[in-house]
């Protein structure tokens, strides 16, 4: 069946770090990937998404790119602030969606 | 306008009450949603709805019972609580069931059983 696996956390990184969460995934058919974020006491809101092959979804300074022939979305932004200190959710949308377990991302200054 | 809410925020109950949330979309969306996040943030789908007809439901006890009064409501009602039904409780919604809709979430329920 359709899955999503994405790199265990916790992370944490220094302000201006470079970021990448890996996130892969196994489908059967063509699936629309996505990236959530879930800020402390909040709940998830989409980041961003792609819904074909090489489409790159990006938003706030983050991005990923739908790669079919690694079956990868993995999740990267070239300078962290502490503001994006967050569960970062990546999902898959088949027959159902499918959500990864989450990495914890703490940026300190 | 908040796109999809529910109600009440914070549950903090005494095991063996009876409680509910209620979740209303103003999205126009077909298809409703409840979560269930533990405290490693783990992510469980345990119902869904689409036009008011239960289309998802996984293994949840039989204590777990939603209802769907209109394809914009989408409530949760827990019977004989127990201290490991304490959990966040996110209730969400999209356009239809089929591949590419986004998910919209609500805030969160948080339920505390003591």
């Known amino acids: 069946g359709d899955s999503v696996t994405q790199m265990e956390g916790p992370v944490t990184l220094s302000e201006e770090a470079f970021l990448t969460i890996n996130c892969t995934y196994t489908?059967?058919?063509?699936?629309?990937l996505f990236w959530y974020v879930q800020y402390p006491g909040e709940g998830l809101q989409l980041l961003l998404k792609a819904t074909k092959a090489d489409d790159k979804g990006s938003n706030k300074g983050f991005e990923a790119t739908y790669r079919k022939e690694t079956t990868s979305f993995h999740l990267e932004k070239g300078s962290v602030q502490v503001s994006d200190s967050a569960v970062y959710f990546c999902?898959?949308?088949?027959?159902?969606?499918?959500f990864g377990t989450g990495t914890s991302l703490t940026v300190i200054p | 306008d908040t796109a999809v809410s529910q109600t009440p925020k914070y549950l903090v109950t005494q095991m063996g009450n009876d409680k509910s949330i209620k979740c209303e979309q103003n999205l126009g969306h077909d298809t409703m949603y409840w979560y269930k996040q533990d405290s490693k943030k783990f992510l469980k789908i345990m119902f869904s709805?689409?036009?008011?007809?239960?289309?998802i439901n996984e293994t949840v006890p039989n204590r777990f019972s939603p209802k769907s009064p209109d394809k914009a409501h989408l409530n949760l009602h827990i019977n004989s609580l127990e201290l490991g039904d304490s959990a966040v409780y996110f209730c969400a919604s999209s356009l239809g069931r089929f591949s590419g809709n986004t998910i919209y979430f609500g805030e969160g329920s948080w339920l505390t059983v003591v």
């Open positions: 489908a059967t058919g063509y699936p629309s």
């Open positions: 999902a898959l949308s088949g027959n159902q969606f499918y």
């Open positions: 709805y689409n036009n008011k007809e239960l289309i």
